[in-house]
């Protein structure tokens, strides 16, 4: 490998470490913000902006929002600056955020760098079943596309900021991974225990936000393409 490139790989791993370092301490003061109204005697703490990136489907409806009534969501302000951040990332950067910002991404990586490290193998599924388990996604993507996208009114979107639950969202959020149900519990476990073996697992064949960057990316004027004369 060229210096160039190194140098880039490095750089890289530098990126994700400091958002994965950004992320926890983000998580902890959030969790010490929580504490203190749970229980007053805990001391006061400060809400970090930055977990409201962990609500793209919030980021979504307050985008699609300021776009018909140029108003922020005013109740997360991040979560719509964080996810049309992303989204711009996809035009000039391609799948830039998912290998380089994402911190679940990033995680899913060292997962299963691991795995091969253990394994000595990398798995790679047939291209049957690698196109057929990619579809999740773009349907998951899809179903959000027209719930908010398509079937949502500013008005239907400013009622939903308005109400309880999602003033709290980012709360109930941080009380899920607190507190998982079996499920959500047995789901993370699967998906973790996949991911050893199988590459970026959940990015490549779950995760909606990742389709609608990569469906973004195409439209890049970065992209590269192949001259069939050439090469």
Same mark, same amino acid.
């Given at each position: 490998? %060229?210096?160039?490139?190194? !140098?880039?790989?490095?750089?890289?791993?530098?990126? !994700?470490?400091?958002?994965?370092?950004?992320?926890?301490?983000? =998580?902890?003061?959030?969790?010490?913000?929580?504490?203190?109204?749970?229980?007053?005697?805990?001391?006061?703490?400060?809400?970090?902006?930055?977990?409201?990136?962990?609500?793209?489907?919030?980021?979504?409806?307050?985008?699609?929002?300021?776009?018909?009534?140029? /108003?922020? %969501?005013?109740?997360?302000? *991040?979560?719509?600056?964080?996810? #049309?951040? #992303?989204?711009?990332?996809?035009?000039?950067?391609?799948?830039?955020?998912?290998?380089?910002?994402?911190?679940?991404?990033?995680?899913?990586?060292?997962?299963?760098?691991?795995?091969?490290? /253990?394994?000595?193998?990398?798995?790679?599924?047939?291209?049957? #079943?690698?196109?057929?388990?990619?579809?999740?996604?773009?349907?998951?993507?899809?179903?959000?596309?027209?719930? /908010? =996208?398509?079937?949502?009114?500013?008005?239907?979107?400013?009622?939903?900021?308005?109400? %309880?639950?999602?003033? /709290?969202? %980012?709360?109930?959020?941080?009380?899920?991974?607190?507190?998982?149900?079996?499920? *959500? #519990?047995?789901?993370?476990? *699967?998906?973790?225990?996949?991911?050893?073996?199988?590459?970026?697992?959940?990015?490549?064949?779950?995760?909606?936000?990742?389709?609608?960057?990569?469906?973004?990316?195409?439209?890049?004027?970065?992209?590269?393409?192949?001259?069939?004369?050439?090469?």
């Amino acid at each position: 490998m %060229d210096y160039p490139r190194r !140098q880039i790989k490095w750089t890289r791993y530098a990126v !994700q470490v400091a958002v994965l370092a950004i992320c926890a301490w983000a =998580g902890w003061q959030f969790y010490h913000f929580v504490l203190h109204y749970a229980h007053p005697s805990a001391p006061p703490g400060v809400r970090p902006p930055s977990v409201e990136g962990f609500l793209p489907i919030g980021g979504f409806m307050a985008l699609k929002y300021f776009l018909l009534t140029r /108003i922020i %969501d005013p109740i997360h302000p *991040a979560g719509f600056i964080i996810f #049309a951040g #992303a989204l711009l990332t996809a035009l000039f950067a391609r799948k830039g955020f998912c290998s380089w910002v994402c911190p679940v991404g990033s995680l899913s990586e060292y997962a299963w760098r691991l795995g091969r490290k /253990i394994t000595g193998r990398v798995w790679r599924l047939p291209k049957w #079943a690698d196109y057929t388990l990619m579809s999740p996604k773009y349907l998951i993507m899809g179903a959000f596309f027209f719930v /908010i =996208g398509i079937t949502m009114t500013p008005t239907m979107i400013l009622m939903f900021f308005i109400q %309880d639950y999602y003033k /709290i969202v %980012d709360v109930k959020m941080l009380m899920f991974f607190l507190d998982p149900s079996m499920l *959500a #519990a047995s789901v993370v476990i *699967a998906l973790t225990a996949t991911s050893l073996f199988v590459p970026n697992f959940w990015c490549r064949y779950l995760c909606p936000y990742g389709a609608l960057l990569g469906l973004l990316a195409y439209a890049s004027p970065l992209k590269v393409s192949r001259n069939p004369e050439a090469c």
